[in-house]
């Protein structure tokens, strides 16, 4: 069903009619519910901590049994939690603090721990050359200039590997 074709048969509809169908949506798909919980009452830095939480879990996990568990280090983890932020239309500072964030997390688990996986730096460049993408796309860079900056100190620090691709994402933005 085309965009047009749905406004036509919503509009043939009578109030009722859509209340209607917008609480029988509501109550069938996890997705309209959670959209019209988050309009409603949107609880973004209850959120951002969840979130937080959840990364921070990826690299340090809290033991509940007593043993220490593995760290997962899954980078999807984090770009499920951005996602769905994006879906409902969350704050953009909000989401560029997740993103940067995520990045943050995995450099202090780097700092403590020798990453021997290729994949991770190549993954985190990633995170980094899409956070960097979003602050530009939303007008935001400034506001997170400091902390790129910071991120990029910590990569030179830490001596990553592929430091050179982070230094050209840091040339366009001095630029």
């Not at 509809?13 to 988050?38: G, R, S, W």
Request: charged share 30%; hydrophobic share 40%; aromatic share 12%.
């Amino acid at each position: 069903m085309s965009k047009r074709d749905l406004k036509k048969y919503l509009g043939e509809l009578d109030k009722e009619q859509l209340q209607e169908q917008l609480i029988e949506l509501y109550e069938k798909f996890t997705a309209v519910k959670e959209y019209y919980d988050f309009v409603f009452n949107p609880k973004e830095e209850k959120r951002l901590q969840e979130a937080k939480l959840k990364i921070s879990n990826e690299y340090f996990p809290v033991s509940t049994s007593g043993k220490r568990r593995k760290p997962k280090m899954r980078r999807s983890v984090a770009q499920k939690i951005i996602k769905h932020f994006i879906t409902l239309g969350v704050d953009s500072f909000v989401i560029a603090d997740v993103m940067l964030y995520t990045i943050e997390i995995a450099q202090t688990f780097s700092a403590e721990n020798p990453i021997k996986q290729e994949a991770f730096y190549k993954s985190m460049h990633n995170s980094f050359e899409q956070a960097v993408q979003f602050l530009i796309a939303n007008g935001i860079l400034s506001e997170f200039k400091s902390r790129i900056k910071a991120i990029y100190e910590e990569i030179i620090e830490q001596k990553w590997k592929n430091r050179s691709d982070f230094l050209l994402i840091m040339e366009q933005i001095s630029e």
